[in-house]
Structure formats: structure tokens, C-alpha cells
């Protein structure tokens, strides 16, 4: 079976240089073209695949528990629009009084997650950016796992500060380095958005009060999605009081835009006047808050939803499992396909989007070095139907882009042996 796809409108694949940039803007331009469009001789460039057509599969939505087109956020949206319009689009600096919108929305936020406070910010990104740079100084010791999202990275540049990086998910790593060098800030996800792998908590937090390190944990994928009500990994493993902040982008289970960071009242007070984020830009609109409160209405009651999100994962990694795919390090929502070199990568995206099936492609620096992939994100709103047809598509493809010869299918744990009878 196959769907229609768009590719994009035929252009020329290098555009000619514009007659006023100077040498300096136009060799920084001319090295984008060179290494991400010159080297694959095609519209569809590393960063560029087709459009999906009418019938095909979205597999790159972060809308986990399908509420986007929500009537419910609609209405509250459109009332508060109506009534007021955009509203003030000023610096959340300047918005003191904790019974208007905002501060009603932080204190439900905070309720929901079991902290004394929450401080709304413009984005995820801008959250831990934010938080990082209000945090760090230049002296501060910041060690972060290496998959950890780019905006805490960022958040680390903003503060002048080194990055100490540790191993992937290895507590122990962490805790040699800690013994090096003694306290810091410790940065990592949750739930890892390039391969849906699950932060072992408990361990982290352990090795944070061992060294008097200060704790921040990007729960951008999993709140909504993962414990109770949704209120995220570090409320299902009770550890809310033993993490100093949390980060969440509203972008992933809110469906919309804005970011959050959570913790204690003091600390939360000193963030909203510290961050350079929180200060220079604009607060997320009037309306936006009225969707955010819609939305928290919906996760915080529905739990339909995060168990079809839940099954749906399941089965799809089941089905890419037993197709010979390495799909072993998700533990939620989010499966990779990891096809190693950029080139192999583009071969996966195209096959697949030749028959419908829509995921992200990833490559570096949001991976390592040679391990592009194709990211699925599940959600609570695709049919069995549907996920069916993706491990068609995936079967189908198997040969035709070298599956068995990927590294990470090479690294696949061998299926255990047959007991003798």
C-alpha cells in the first residue's frame, strides 16, 4: 500500500549569492550549503524531505495525547480573544499580581506537580536557558548528560560556564566525576526526545545529594504523558521533593506553545527576576494561558488517553522489534530508527515517505556522529489501522535501505537461545 506524497517544488538546490553579502556572511552560508545540501545532489536534502499528502501518517507530532483540535481549548482560546484580544504582549517581569491568568495558571502548574511554585516562560527553550544561565556562573561546575536537549546546552553557553559532560544515563559516570570535582549543576531529560530513553531518577537524585549538586530535570517529554494525572516521571517515582527544578515545554502533551519551570517558592521568585529569558522577552498571550488551563483539564482527567498512548507504543515497538529493528533504549512514547551516516538516513526518510509514513529525521548535533535516525513519536490519536501500515512500510523497506548492515542494528542484543527440552 502506498499514500500520496508531495516533494517540494523544483528550485535550484545551491541559490545564487546575493550581491550584498560580504565574504564573512557568505563563507558561514556557503558551508550550510556545502555540508547539508551540495554533498546530496537533491531537493530532498538532508533537512528537506516531501510534504505528506492526503492519507498519510504522521509519526513526527509531539501532540502525545491528541488534544491539538481539542473543542474544549478552542472555546477558551476564542472566548479570551474575543473578550480582550492578544492582550498585553509584555515581559512576564512586569506582570506582579498572583490573582491575574498567569499566576493563577503557575499555582495550578506547581499543585499539579507537587511544587510550591511555577514561573510561565516563552518556550521550553527559553525555560532552560533561563534557568541554566540564572543558575551558572563562569566558577560553576555543570555537568550534563551527553543526550541531554541542545537548550540546556545552550543555558550553559549563556552562562559562561564549561560543560562537564557525562555518559548517557550512568549515574555511576556521574558520580566519579562528582567525586572529582566536587558540587555543580546536574542537567538532564526525563525522557530523552531522540530515542524516547527513560532517565534512571532515583539513581540521579541520589548521586545530586551525595555531592550537594543542584538538580534540574527536563520533564518536557513526559509530562502529560507519564504518571499520575500526568504530572510527569519525577511525581511517579515520588521524588518531587528531592529535585530542586524542573523544566517542561508545553509544546509536547499541552499541544501549544510556552514553557514552565517549577520548584520552590524562594527559588521560583529568584528565577522570575534572573533570567535574561524571562526578562527580555514576551510572555506567552492571555489567550494561550486560557488553552494552557483547558488543556491541563483535559490531561489531568482523561487517562484514556495516556493509556492509548501507552498501547499504542507498545504494540509499534513490539512490531519494529520483531522486524529486526533496535528499537530497545524507548521506554515511552518516542521510537528511533537509527540509520547510522547522514546518507543513510536520507535513504530510510525517503523510503518511508514513499509510502506514507511521516517521521523526524535527526541527525547531527542532535545526535552523535553517524547515528542519524527517524524519529516516531507516538500519540493517543492513531488507529491500529494506521499503525499497522507503518510496520508494512517498515517491513517493506528493510532491504531496499540495508537494515541489517546499520550499526545499531549490529549493537541489537541477540535474541536469547532455546532451553533445550
Not at 28 to 37: L, N, Q, T
Not at 341 to 362: K, P, T
Not at 371 to 390: M, P, W, Y
Amino acid at each position: 500500500m502506498s499514500f500520496p506524497s508531495v516533494p517540494p517544488k523544483t528550485r535550484p538546490i545551491v541559490p545564487p549569492v546575493a550581491a550584498i553579502d560580504p565574504p564573512l556572511l557568505r563563507s558561514r552560508v556557503d558551508d550550510f550549503y556545502r555540508e547539508r545540501v551540495e554533498k546530496h545532489g537533491s531537493d530532498l536534502y538532508l533537512l528537506r524531505g516531501r510534504y505528506p499528502g492526503p492519507g498519510a501518517i504522521q509519526m513526527r507530532t509531539n501532540d502525545y495525547l491528541d488534544i491539538a483540535r481539542d473543542a474544549r481549548i478552542v472555546a477558551a482560546e476564542v472566548a479570551v480573544l474575543r473578550r480582550q484580544g492578544h492582550g498585553d504582549a509584555i515581559s512576564r517581569v512586569f506582570v506582579h499580581n498572583a490573582e491575574d491568568p498567569y499566576g493563577q495558571l503557575e499555582r495550578r502548574i506547581a499543585r499539579h506537580v507537587g511544587a510550591e511554585d511555577a514561573v510561565l516562560c516563552a518556550s521550553g527553550y527559553c525555560a532552560n536557558i533561563g534557568l541554566v544561565q540564572a543558575l551558572a556562573s563562569p566558577e560553576t561546575r555543570v555537568y550534563v548528560d551527553m543526550r541531554a536537549h541542545a537548550s540546556l546546552w545552550q543555558g550553559i553557553a549563556a552562562a559562561g560556564a564549561s560543560p562537564t559532560p557525562f555518559r548517557h544515563n550512568d549515574p555511576g559516570y556521574l558520580d566519579r566525576l562528582a567525586r572529582r570535582h566536587g558540587p555543580g549543576l546536574v542537567l538532564v531529560d526525563a525522557l530523552y526526545s531522540t530515542d524516547g530513553a527513560v532517565c534512571p531518577l532515583a539513581d540521579m537524585v541520589a548521586v545530586a545529594e551525595a555531592h550537594g549538586c543542584v538538580l534540574v530535570v527536563d520533564e518536557t517529554h513526559s509530562f502529560g504523558a507519564q504518571g499520575p494525572a500526568g504530572a510527569g516521571l519525577t511525581v511517579a517515582l515520588g521524588l518531587q521533593d528531592r529535585v530542586h527544578f524542573r523544566t517542561i515545554g508545553l509544546s509536547k502533551a499541552v499541544a501549544a506553545r510556552g514553557g514552565v519551570v517549577v520548584g520552590a517558592a524562594r527559588n521560583m521568585e529568584f528565577f522570575r527576576y534572573e533570567a535574561f529569558p524571562a526578562i527580555f522577552s514576551t510572555g506567552v498571550l492571555p489567550h494561550e494561558v486560557a488553552g494552557f488551563g483547558a488543556a491541563l483539564d483535559i490531561i489531568g482527567t482523561e487517562q484514556w488517553r495516556r493509556d492509548r498512548l501507552h498501547a499504542n507504543h507498545a504494540y509499534l515497538k513490539a512490531g519494529l522489534h520483531d522486524l529486526g529493528y533496535n528499537v530497545e533504549a524507548s521506554g515511552a512514547q518516542i521510537i528511533a530508527l537509527e540509520a547510522g551516516a547522514n546518507e543513510a538516513v536520507i535513504v530510510l526518510r525517503d523510503a518511508l515517505e514513499e509510502r506514507g509514513v511521516f517521521g523526524s529525521l535527526f541527525c547531527p548535533p542532535a545526535t552523535p556522529r553517524n547515528r542519524a535516525l527517524i524519529r516516531f513519536t507516538l500519540n493517543a490519536g492513531l488507529t491500529r489501522a494506521q499503525l499497522d501500515a507503518v510496520l508494512r512500510a517498515c517491513a517493506e523497506v528493510r532491504g531496499e535501505v540495508g537494515m541489517a548492515d546499520w550499526p545499531s542494528t549490529r549493537r541489537r542484543a541477540p535474541a536469547p537461545a532455546l532451553a533445550a527440552e
